[in-house]
């Protein structure tokens, strides 16, 4: 057994990962492990923006940011975590210029900044310039500038390490357990106090923007360890994927004048939306354009709308969209200057996560208990600074700012704590499951179960969903259980063995269905993305409250806790 | 469509050298190479060992020879290409398996051009204010995803494995064209030898490479000038 110590391991190299790397290991012996290189995290494909009141262009306040916020997750957002994130995104996109972030300008010199969806001025009245871009590569930019600072500060990664366990050792975190890939061998890492940033989930569905190694490993990892899980059910749907790939059109190009048109080149939103249009939150215009669909508005009658950019002129589209236009160049053979682009909604973004706090404390219970030693952040993570519906440029933000908050405290706590020791043979439950998928003889692949998740989620438990659907996506994920434990592998080595990992990451997902499915069961009632068309009314009276899941056996039981409301009382959400 | 591939196999656990196999699937059009070979590794060899992870050619996983050139496999589509589509794996680095590389000798020479912002002044509380101008000056070598092309094209490098290469010396001209940074001098000494940005000799290979539609050459051939000149 291989053995690493370190006071404090960060679990993803995205920007939620690096941000904390940067600030622990100022002060602690940090190892950051990611089982892609750094540079290949999933947070390099952000394009639109990060959102913070500069006011860069016209008046500007971080209060307005926090009401969009909370209004925009259909207040179930924890307003003091927001009121947070609001008001230090100010100051940290300001830290990422100094670290060297090459920003967009504006013509005096400044970060350059754009409208983006749910943004306004004076509590909604009307669209402002919030989001701070890099052309449309911001997410590239911040990866970038994070790693490169990263190495200016000499950091210690073990890149291409893949993590399959969380060690517990008396209710208290003692390191982790991973693969390396090149090798195939099993590594503990001893550590006092564990973070996980490691992204999002999307690849439970079939159409996604997601990467493929998006598979909620973090989040599946803790939940095995009896941490629960919050808010589950809240999985947004970004309105512009490209056509049957799922690869994302930023919102940025509706923030530049760009238009969504049905069969008849109606601008539909403005029956949905009569303020903010093609701007209004996303689970809004995804269901728009679901409901477009459905009523044989559709281009062709097929399943698809227009998102038109063709009446903009063509310096802006390649000045501030090249990527987006290189994107529907390159899959769709179109030019977006000269014709409009096939869009239809894409799974985007997990706005639940691991339950924490605003330093990135996990929080295992109704009451906010911290578990020492356990810190998330990031997308794996749930603040809850997005509620029921993020809005766009939140992300980046939450990344930084809590990415930075976790590191810090951190860096703190494992100054004071002691290093707690291994369990007895700390690798047997990864063991274990090596060998059971070496061993088996079944006649199950992992590409064909996934497939067949994936389909089935997409239809049953995405943008509208129902009592009768999501039981039956129940029983498919019964069956899909049943049937992974014949998976059987093809590939016997120990080096490189993707499908092993494959087999891991399908394992996560399957978890992640299952919890998302009951969690979506359970509520009843529509709140942001959650959209339920047995209950379509928000019902603050019984459901303004954040879903707990736990692994119970087979079974996910459920518990709630209550909302943190401070600033702004919950109202009716009209754009 | 009915696809052929023509791999490029390897594996060191199995084989003592790389031999060629050959797979037909059945995809769209409008897939990609990528999408290709996890169809391959679903359904008909699952001990096909690649990087990939965005798909949509931003992180930099999945540069291959493709038909003889280096490209993203997540940024072509099928039905452009030539069949059989032949696979192989970057040329000059080890190969691990596959179509994996080894990587860390071309981190290591990214992280010799100190690839950071490098400041002696104190920043402002706010934002430093740079012009667009300014910030145009860099734009296109801010755009490399350090997928390793330019790098495994260039016969410089294949015959010379000290040389730089073009990856790093992009990564330095990012800096040294920002208006912001302060360590032109230290990057410019760390290119000006004889595996330095010398070393290139302007075969062009790395721009037709470049999945990001860099201009190769010519940042090299700007930071070179500056050499000549003494100053940017
Ligand atoms: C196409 C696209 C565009 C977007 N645009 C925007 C935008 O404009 N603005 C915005 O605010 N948000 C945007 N988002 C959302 C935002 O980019 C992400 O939510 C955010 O970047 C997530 O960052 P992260 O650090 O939490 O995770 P990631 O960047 O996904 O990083 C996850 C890390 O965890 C590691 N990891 C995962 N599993 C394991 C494991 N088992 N073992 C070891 N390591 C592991 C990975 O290697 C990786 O380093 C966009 C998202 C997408 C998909
Ligand atoms: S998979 Fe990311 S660049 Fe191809």
Request: aromatic share 8%; hydrophobic share 35%; proline share 4%.
């Amino acid at each position: 057994m291989a053995v690493h110590e370190f006071d404090g391991i960060i679990i993803g190299a995205g920007g939620a990962g690096l941000m904390a790397a940067l600030q622990a290991s100022k002060s602690a012996k940090i190892a950051v492990l990611s089982k892609l290189y750094p540079t290949r995290s999933h947070t390099g494909t952000a394009q639109g923006g990060i959102g913070a009141a500069l006011g860069n262009l016209e008046e500007d306040h971080w209060e307005w940011h926090m009401f969009d916020t909370i209004k925009g997750g259909d207040y179930l957002v924890d307003q003091d975590a927001a009121e947070i994130m609001c008001r230090e995104a100010v100051d940290t996109v300001y830290e990422l210029e100094h670290m060297g972030l090459p920003f967009s300008r504006t013509p005096d010199g400044k970060i350059a900044q754009r409208p983006f969806g749910g943004h306004t001025r004076e509590f909604g009245k009307a669209p402002v310039q919030r989001s701070c871009y890099a052309a449309d590569r911001t997410g590239h930019m911040i990866l970038q500038t994070l790693y490169q600072q990263c190495i200016k500060q000499g950091v210690t990664f073990f890149n291409e390490f893949h993590v399959v366990d969380l060690l517990v050792q008396d209710g208290v975190v003692c390191g982790a357990v991973a693969i390396e890939i090149a090798t195939g061998e099993l590594y503990t890492f001893h550590a006092k106090a564990v973070l996980f940033a490691t992204g999002g989930s999307g690849r439970m569905y079939k159409i996604t923007s997601n990467a493929l190694t998006l598979t909620g490993d973090g989040m599946a990892v803790v939940y095995r360890r009896g941490i629960p899980l919050e808010d589950m059910e809240f999985f947004q749907f970004h309105p512009t994927g490209i056509y049957k790939m799922g690869i994302l059109i930023t919102e940025a190009a509706r923030g530049e004048g760009g238009i969504l048109r049905n069969n008849s080149g109606e601008r539909f939103m403005e029956r949905y939306a009569a303020t903010l249009k093609d701007l209004a939150p996303r689970d809004m215009v995804s269901r728009a354009i679901y409901k477009e669909i459905r009523e044989g508005r559709g281009i062709g009658g097929k399943d698809y709308v227009h998102l038109d950019l063709t009446h903009l002129d063509s310096k802006v589209i390649h000045a501030k969209l090249p990527d987006i236009t290189d994107f529907v160049e390159t899959y769709m053979g179109i030019d977006p200057v000269k014709s409009p682009i096939p869009i239809q909604p894409t799974a985007h973004y997990a706005m639940g996560g691991i339950p924490t706090n605003s330093d990135a404390e996990v929080v295992i219970d109704e009451k906010n208990t911290a578990m020492p030693g356990l810190y998330a952040a990031g997308e794996c993570a749930c603040v809850s600074v997005h509620g029921a519906n993020r809005l766009g440029t939140n992300s980046l933000v939450d990344i930084i700012v809590f990415g930075r908050r976790g590191g810090k405290a951190l860096g703190r706590f494992v100054q004071q704590a002691p290093l707690q020791p291994l369990p007895p043979d700390s690798e047997k439950a990864t063991r274990d499951r090596i060998e059971r998928l070496f061993e088996s003889r079944g006649s199950e692949s992992v590409a064909r179960i996934r497939e067949k998740l994936q389909a089935e989620m997409m239809d049953k438990a995405s943008v509208f969903r129902t009592e009768g659907e999501l039981k039956k996506m129940l029983d498919i994920l019964r069956g899909l259980r049943q049937r992974y434990s014949n998976v059987c592998l093809q590939d016997r080595g120990r080096k490189f063995n993707m499908e092993l990992l494959e087999a891991f990451e399908l394992d996560h997902l399957l978890e992640l269905s299952q919890v998302t499915v009951t969690s979506a069961m359970a509520r009843q009632e529509s709140r942001g993305a959650h959209a339920r068309e047995d209950f379509p009314k928000r019902d603050d009276a019984k459901w303004l409250k954040h879903t707990l899941a736990y692994r119970d056996e087979e079974l996910v039981s459920l518990k709630y806790k209550p909302v943190s409301i401070t600033k702004f009382q919950p109202q009716e959400r009209k754009y | 469509m009915e696809v052929s591939f023509k791999i490029l196999r390897f594996d060191p656990q199995r084989d003592a050298r790389a031999h060629w196999e050959e797979y037909e699937v059945e995809l769209e059009p409008t897939d990609r190479v990528l999408d290709g070979l996890e169809e391959i590794k679903g359904r008909l060899d699952g001990t096909l060992a690649l990087r990939r992870s965005c798909a949509h050619g931003i992180c930099g996983s999945d540069a291959m020879l493709i038909n003889g050139r280096n490209r993203l496999a997540c940024k072509v589509l099928v039905k452009n290409l030539k069949q059989p589509i032949t696979i192989e794996p970057m040329r000059g680095f080890n190969v691990l398996k596959d179509l994996i590389v080894d990587m860390e000798p071309f981190f290591a020479k990214y992280r010799s051009v100190q690839p950071y912002l490098i400041e002696k002044d104190a920043p402002p509380e706010k934002e430093r204010l740079q012009s667009q101008a300014q910030r145009e000056r860099f734009d296109d070598t801010t755009k490399c995803i350090l997928c390793g092309a330019c790098t495994t094209s260039c016969p410089s490098f294949w015959s010379n494995p000290d040389y730089v290469g073009p990856a790093a010396i992009v990564q330095a001209h990012r800096f040294i064209f920002d208006s912001r940074d302060q360590g032109k001098e230290e990057r410019l000494k760390v290119l000006n030898h004889g595996d330095g940005v010398w070393r290139c000799r302007t075969v062009f290979n790395c721009v037709e490479a470049c999945p990001r539609g860099i201009n190769v050459t010519r940042a090299i051939g700007e930071i070179k000038q500056a050499l000549a000149r003494g100053k940017v």
